[in-house]
């Protein structure tokens, strides 16, 4: 692999970063179909994260998710002109390489995913590794090593999720340019409440360490195990040096409102807003939150007009 200075590694992560904040203030879609993108592109969306059939059968017929088919990913290119957004497996080079070549604005590295586990040969650095400790169900914490992908080398930016603060800063100093939430089971099925936890996990944690001294700081770079002017950089701005969405069980306009009043840059929205009864008034409604979080006038309206979960059905009589 040729070598790169760093210089220049570092203006292309800027490049990737300022993509990146393109989106911020918008609604991202998780769509199914080229026709469901277009929707997403006409309601205003600020770009749309394409999952195919045969992906999401695999979650019930396998037990796990994989990535989405290449020509599922050029159909809805070919059908609209707002950023498309790859999703590959954790670990997985060969998968980002694919989308990078099929031209994605940013690929989506998805812990939902089937992870990659294999050992890599440690010449060829595209890869590192997270420890985390995860409570198992005999009611012990485990050690649960996952393998990323290591980003710097990419030419297009990664979003990525964390858990928490320390799993942020690992990610971004790996190459990730946008941070969302984590999720422990697919955006159908995932509770929203718990994006709403792991939202608020990362600002207070953010607010603490922008109360701590010098020291703490150190104490901090420590635990977290990444460079010392990155933690300092967050102590100080009180926020990440890149954009922060909230992902994971999303089809609620008034949650979208909700998440972007804490703080959120914009929301990733599940595919179940596709699910309701009137899915272009739904996703619109959607998009209008983000945008107008701070607008108590238009969100009455949405509240009013759906009941915060969708357009009533007709009654007769």
Known sequence: METESPESAQQRFGWKIDIMNKFRGKAIIVVLTPAQARI???????GVIPIDLIAEASVHTEGTARSTDLNTINNVMDRVVIPVIGRVRVGHVMEAKAMEFAKVTCIDENEFLNPITTKYDQSYPLHFTFTDGLNGADGYKHTVHTTYIYKQPFKIPFLCGAADL?????QIQAG???????????????????TF??????FDEIELLSTEDEVGIYSRQSLYDVDIELVRMV??????????FASGGIFMPIDAAMLMSLGCNGVIVSSRAFKTLDPETRIRDIVTAVKHYREPARLARIIERTGGYGPKPKTTG
């Open 40 to 46: 997403a592109e006409d309601a205003g969306a600020g």
């Open 166 to 170: 320390g799993e942020a800063l690992k």
């Open 176 to 194: 990730a340019s946008m941070i969302r939430t984590k999720m422990t089971i697919s955006e159908d099925s995932h509770d929203v409440s718990k």
């Open 197 to 202: 936890e792991n939202v608020r996990k990362i």
């Open 235 to 244: 102590a100080r701005d009180k926020r990440l040096p890149v954009p922060f």
